[in-house]
């Protein structure tokens, strides 16, 4: 079965410093897709990253960096020079072909707190 | 691109009466939409895929009869909760897979937040 697992529950930072987000996954499938969203206190879910099974390529954008390493399951999602707008719940989300359906399931998020 | 709507963006109701939640995609059309709550400092459940035209598929667990979707055109897609009650508070949101494009590509309406007292 699908599972996406995000073991940190919340961090905290002070502004400027550098903050990695954890992600691991479980799936059968061998065509998958990878999300990341971050959803500020307003609600809305913001698009961060799509990254499918075939590449695994780290990128870069910005201060945002992610690194995906299917040999443990990984996908990892890291913010430099952390800055108090960043402060909200980043959610790491699985989609598998499976059926045709693209459903996808979402870890259960970790709070971001970014000090001053 | 690529925008999806949710109205309303909030509401209060009395227990026992039904609500109805919009989902509109503004700019493209959306064969299928998804329809997830999330309860506070929780993360998003699916609770429903809708697609245009036919009957939604229910997560198990989740009563379709309380909770009514209509997909009746590509832009737009309905979420009622009938007879509700205080413990069906909670953040209700809606996704569209954009038709033609991506099939693993959801994009997310703002949500809606019900209240009922």
């Known amino acids: 079965a699908q599972k996406v697992t995000q073991a940190q529950t919340e961090i905290s930072v002070v502004e400027k410093e550098d903050v990695t987000l954890d992600c691991v996954y479980e799936?059968?499938?061998?065509?998958?897709?990878l999300f990341w969203y971050k959803q500020p206190p307003s609600g809305e879910l913001v698009f961060l990253i799509r990254r499918n099974s075939f590449d695994e390529q780290n990128e870069i954008s910005g201060r945002y960096s992610w690194n995906f390493q299917k040999s443990t399951s990984s996908f990892n999602f890291t913010i430099t020079a952390s800055q108090v707008v960043d402060s909200a719940v980043y959610f790491c989300a699985l989609s598998e072909a499976l059926g045709g359906t693209y459903k996808y399931i979402f870890g259960t998020g970790t709070r971001l707190k970014v000090l001053a | 691109g690529a925008v999806v709507s949710q109205h309303p963006s909030w509401v209060i109701c009395k227990s026992g009466t039904s609500v109805k939640i919009e989902c509109r995609s503004l700019d493209f059309q959306a064969t299928t939409m998804f329809w997830y709550r999330q309860f506070p400092k929780q993360s998003l459940m699916l609770m429903a895929t809708s697609n245009e035209g036919s009957k939604a598929t229910y997560e198990q667990g989740v009563e379709k009869d309380k909770f009514l979707i209509n997909h009746a055109s590509l832009t737009l897609s309905t979420l009622t909760v009938t007879s509700a009650h205080p413990e069906d508070s909670s953040f209700y949101i809606c996704?569209?897979?954009?038709?033609?494009?991506?099939?693993?590509?959801?994009?997310f309406g703002p949500g809606t937040r019900l209240t009922v007292l």
């Open positions: 799936t059968r499938d061998t065509t998958y897709y």
């Open positions: 996704s569209a897979r954009l038709a033609g494009g991506w099939t693993d590509t959801q994009y």
